[in-house]
C-alpha cells in the first residue's frame, strides 16, 4: 500500500513538474515577443473571447478566431506524432515537447520573414501578426487538442480534425492545410478562390 502512494506522489511530483515547466516556456515565449516589438493585447483597446470576422484588426488578437481551430489539429498532430516517435515518454512530458514546439511556431510566425510571407503569399494580406495574447491562446489551444486527442480514439481525433477543417474551408474558406499549403507552395487558383474572385 506504501509503495502505491509513494508511485502516485512521484507521479503527481513529475505533473508539477511538467506544469512548471510549461508555464515557464509560456513566459519565456511572451517575453520573447514582448521584446520583437509584438503588442500583448489588441490595439483596438478591448478583450474578446472571440473575433469573427477574418478580415479585421481583431483577427489573430483576440483570444480565439476561426484559427484557432487549426491550433487544436496542431496538438492533435503532435499527439499522434510523439506517439509514434516517444510513447514511452509519459503524456505530461510530451505535452511540453508539443509546448515547445508550438511557442516556437508562435515566434517564428510573428518574424518579420513570416509576416512578410503571409502577407505576399496568401489572403492574409493585412496579416500584421498575433498579439501575445493571441500567441498564448493559440499555444492553449493546441494544449486543447493534444489532451482530446490523448482521451479519444484516433478515429474519433481523426474525425474531429477533418470537421474542423471542412468547417473552415467551407465558413471562412481558409483551413491548415490551405495555410500550409499557401505559405509553401502559392497556387493563383487558389489563393483568387479564397479571395472569393
Known sequence: MRQSADSETMTGGRRAAALIAIAAILAAMALILDQMGRVFFCTCGRVTLWAGG??????????????????????????????????RVPVHWRLVIAVVIECGWEILENSPIIIDRYRQATIAVGYTGDSILNSLSDVAMMALGFLIAARLPWRWTLGLALAMEAMTLILIRDNLTLNVLMLVWPIDAVRLWQAGV
Do not use: E, K
Open 54 to 87: 477574418v478580415h479585421t484588426p481583431d483577427n489573430s488578437q483576440q483570444l480565439s478566431d476561426w484559427y484557432s481551430f487549426s491550433h487544436i489539429i496542431h496538438g492533435m498532430i503532435f499527439f499522434g506524432l510523439l506517439w509514434l516517435v516517444a510513447r
